[in-house]
């Protein structure tokens, strides 16, 4: 195990006395210290009074099905009220925080604007704000590396594709830790009247990967289920607005990709000879257990990252879907994708890459979309924006 790093939270334990103060906490089982303790244990076992517990998307466990609401419960580990965060309403309300002294948030992010994690944490922050209520964010690396150059577009277009996968302008790939994040939006989307304090990460620099860090993973929800999953996901999430299966309900979600009439040998070979950096396909034929196409046989393919400092998930996922579109123009079709916080499941893959323009490109003319991948790519003025906030080198 790495010697140096420290999460926020082996910082704060390590360097903050408990008071008689009452806390809320956003967190889930992700949320450990460097040791693997919840860190909602680890706080009450130091003296801090949590009072109150709020969860995320897959609820408390950090294991409930993706976009399904989770009700208000009682934590079984603590014994403590939890306020569902991602069920009838995904910000918290007066009541919700009254009698509160402060809101702690420790919440492990992937790096990939459409993870739902970061969202709660923007309405956490209106709603701090106007409360009057203290809020202390313990910060984690970014496993998908703080290396700016490496952030991908598109850009969010908030007029056009604004939900709870993506509310605000940033790119797909962000290159921020949630503590950077939060320090960001307090000063670009009034919030200057909140007191936010960020508890950093000590021992990480800017290019690490998690898989850098020597530290055990742990599932942020269920679908995240390994190191290798993270690096491809911001490539094979694309395929929820598509009727492609992304792997939900085998042993490799957002690893493989596939479906019932697609030819795996034949679009495996495709891929690979679009020469993208640091990426290998190869046929993978599966069969889901739930989800798009449960329990009918699948081709497909694998994706194997084999240098993860060249390779673009964004751009790959976005080749891939440029490729699925002119094999199969008659098959591939946009998907709906209903979840608790978009119930009707419209314009998904729009949603997903933040920007109709995406879209519209592939249908207006496939042929020449590949040319267009870099220019959606682009992250552009995003390094320059972030600068002033960035806590780590």
């Known amino acids: 195990m790495s010697t140096s790093i420290r999460f926020g939270i082996d910082h704060f334990l390590a360097t903050v006395l408990p008071t008689n103060q009452r806390w809320g906490l956003v967190t889930n089982d992700a949320a450990t210290t460097r040791t693997l303790d919840p860190v909602r244990t680890a706080l009450l076992a130091a003296g ?3 009072v ?3 969860s995320p998307e897959h609820g408390i466990g950090a ?5 399904a609401a989770m009700p208000h419960a009682t934590d079984a580990l603590t014994g403590l009220p939890i306020v569902s965060l991602y069920g009838n309403a995904v910000r918290p309300t007066a009541a919700d925080l009254g009698e509160l002294d402060g809101i702690v948030f420790d919440l492990p992010d992937v790096g990939v604007r459409f993870y739902t994690y970061i969202w709660t944490l923007s309405y956490l922050l209106e709603a701090c704000q106007e409360q009057g209520l203290p809020l202390v964010v313990l910060d984690r690396p970014n496993p998908l590396s703080g290396d700016l150059s490496l952030a991908e577009g598109p850009l969010l277009d908030e007029g056009q594709a604004a939900s709870f996968i993506g509310r605000w302008a940033m790119p797909v790939r962000h290159c921020l830790t949630v503590g950077e994040l939060a320090l960001f939006w307090q000063a670009t989307r009034g919030l200057n009247q909140l007191d936010l304090t960020v508890i950093p990460v000590q021992g990480w620099q800017r290019h690490q990967f998690f898989h850098d860090l020597g530290l055990p993973f742990v599932p942020p929800s269920p679908a995240i289920s390994s190191v290798e999953t993270l690096l491809t996901y911001p490539a094979l999430c694309l395929l929820e607005g598509l009727n492609l299966s992304e792997g939900r309900g085998t042993a490799f979600p957002f690893r493989i990709g596939g479906a019932t009439w697609l030819d795996g040998i034949t679009l495996a070979a495709e891929f690979n000879a679009t020469n993208l950096a640091g990426i290998k396909a190869r046929p993978f034929s599966f069969t889901p257990l739930e989800g798009w196409y449960k329990g009918k046989a699948c081709g497909g393919i694998m994706l194997h990252v084999t240098d993860r400092m060249v390779f673009r998930p964004v751009q790959a996922g976005l080749w891939l879907v440029a490729l699925l579109k002119a094999r199969y123009p008659s098959q591939l079709k946009w998907r709906k994708y209903p979840t608790s916080v978009n119930k009707t499941g419209e314009n998904h ?21 590949g040319t267009q991948i870099p220019l959606f790519t682009r992250a552009e003025g995003w390094r320059a924006a972030t600068a002033p906030f960035l806590l780590y080198e």
């Open 349 to 369: 893959f729009d949603l997903l890459t933040g920007s109709p323009l995406v879209r519209q490109a592939l249908m207006s003319d496939g042929a020449l979309f």
């Open 48 to 50: 801090f009074r949590i």
């Open 52 to 54: 109150r517990l709020f």
């Open 63 to 67: 294991r409930g099905a993706d976009g």
